[in-house]
């Protein structure tokens, strides 16, 4: 039976403290991973000028292992 499961968000890195301190006040979690990781799109029109010419978007990536039962 599988009583642990993995979540993976990806957020933007303006609201990364926000995300950080929620998951820090969930009792029910020992701990979680977070990184940063660069997003291309075939559609970065939405980028600023700086990450046009990069070609991507920095965001960061949480890894939260996490009971089945809190899904």
Partial sequence: MITEQLLVLIAQNDIKDDI???LIELEF???FSLGNI???SREH???NIK???EGYREFCKFEI???VDHQ
């Fill in 29 to 31: 979690l020992s701990g």
């Fill in 65 to 67: 292992m996490h009971p």
């Fill in 38 to 40: 660069c997003g291309f």
């Fill in 45 to 47: 029109s939405h980028f």
């Fill in 51 to 53: 990450e046009q010419v």
């Fill in 20 to 22: 950080v301190d929620t």
